[in-house]
């Protein structure tokens, strides 16, 4: 399974950006998705998850500024990124779950200016 991120970017703070993760496998309405995200000197931690049939969950910290979504005809996750902080910074990762497979993208730079 191949996953491939793209979308990131230069953004002032305040902006928005729209990161997608196109998955190369059939069946992907199965599988569970979620970004991650690691800024330098820091731990990958999760943004946001969408599990299969749509349900989405977010860490406390990550609620309000991010919407994660998915096209399952499109085989395409997405994380809809609004009021950018500078801590926002970081390389964000989609990942899929699937049968106990874990599966990652390599990553889309994310850059938040002050």
């Known amino acids: 399974v191949q996953l491939q991120a793209f979308g990131g970017g230069l953004v002032q703070a305040g902006g928005s950006l729209r990161l997608s993760c196109v998955v190369s496998?059939?069946?992907?309405?199965?599988?569970?998705m979620a970004w991650y995200r690691q800024a330098p000197g820091k731990q990958r931690e999760l943004v946001a998850r969408i599990i299969s049939g749509g349900s989405t969950i977010y860490p406390d910290s990550m609620k309000g500024r991010f919407t994660i979504s998915r096209d399952d005809a499109k085989k395409t996750a997405y994380l809809q990124m609004n009021s950018l902080k500078p801590e926002d910074t970081a390389v964000y990762y989609c990942?899929?779950?699937?049968?106990?497979?874990?599966?990652w993208g390599k990553g889309t730079q994310v850059t938040v200016s002050s």
């Open positions: 990942r899929a779950d699937l049968g106990g497979g874990v599966y």
């Open positions: 496998r059939s069946a992907f309405s199965m599988y569970d």
